[in-house]
């Protein structure tokens, strides 16, 4: 079973910026989708942003226009781009492989551990 790995979280002010990475212990492409998602305090985990085996994109309306989404297939690295940040974005963020299936949506593979990210404001 795949492994993934992030890193790049940490502190930073109001309208700073940080990239998020995910590597992943084998072939990313195996997979129908790479996501991030966030968990903030006393919240349920969302989904902030999706790259597809196709290299489609989507993300969550609160970060659209400040957080992209890309991939590294000879890397089998996934990343966040994270700009303007604001308190609100203070979160655990985690890396998971997905699978699609027509009857159940996507479902995730695999978990990666997270990254806290803590925006000062």
């Known amino acids: 079973q795949v492994q993934l790995v992030e890193s790049g979280g940490g502190l930073v002010q109001s309208g700073g910026s940080l990239r998020l990475s995910c590597a992943a212990s084998?072939?990313?492409?195996?997979?129908?989708?790479m996501g991030w998602y966030r968990q903030a305090p006393g919240k349920g985990r969302e989904l902030v942003a999706r790259?597809?085996?196709?290299?489609?994109?989507n993300s969550a309306n609160s970060v659209k226009g400040r957080f992209t989404i890309s991939r590294d297939h000879a890397k089998n690295t996934v990343y966040l781009q994270m700009n303007s940040l604001n308190s609100e974005d203070t979160a655990v963020y985690y890396c998971?492989?997905?699978?699609?299936?027509?009857?159940?949506?996507?479902?995730?593979?695999?978990w990666g551990q997270g990254t806290q990210v803590t925006v000062s404001s």
């Open positions: 084998g072939s990313i492409i195996s997979f129908n989708g």
């Open positions: 998971a492989a997905e699978r699609y299936r027509e009857s159940t949506g996507w479902i995730i593979d695999t």
């Open positions: 790259i597809t085996r196709a290299g489609s994109t």
